[in-house]
């Protein structure tokens, strides 16, 4: 069972940057597509972008396109979320995992709060 770790989430003022990353055990992470979630408060967890196992392709939900990059490093075990332009909406907890069938286990998740 692979086991993901997320951090990089804090306290950040609207139009900020944070660089969040996922480190994941094991050695199948390169074999799969991988996503960000974003849990905001209140609201139910929501894939908001996601990565091919290459790394070679890319997609954002509307709401992030354009302010998010999500990036890999295979030999790593990570992929990486940069958030740049950051609103008070972006605020929630953000989780990755397999884009595709079965989820692994959940890791804790990484708290940001868009805020002034």
């Known amino acids: 069972q692979v086991q993901l770790v997320e951090s990089g989430g804090g306290l950040v003022q609207p139009g900020g940057s944070l660089r969040l990353s996922c480190a994941a055990s094991?050695?199948?992470?390169?074999?799969?597509?991988m996503g960000w979630y974003r849990q905001a408060p209140g609201k139910q967890r929501k894939l908001i972008t996601t990565?091919?196992?290459?790394?070679?392709?890319?997609y954002y939900v509307d709401s992030v396109k354009g302010r998010f990059t999500i990036s890999r490093d295979n030999a790593k075990n990570t992929v990486y979320l940069q958030m740049n332009s950051l609103e008070p909406e972006d605020t929630g907890v953000y989780y990755c995992?397999?884009?595709?069938?079965?989820?692994?286990?959940w890791g804790q998740g990484t708290r940001v709060t868009v805020s002034s």
């Open positions: 995992n397999r884009q595709f069938g079965v989820k692994w286990d």
């Open positions: 094991g050695s199948i992470f390169s074999f799969y597509a």
């Open positions: 990565i091919t196992n290459s790394g070679s392709s890319t």
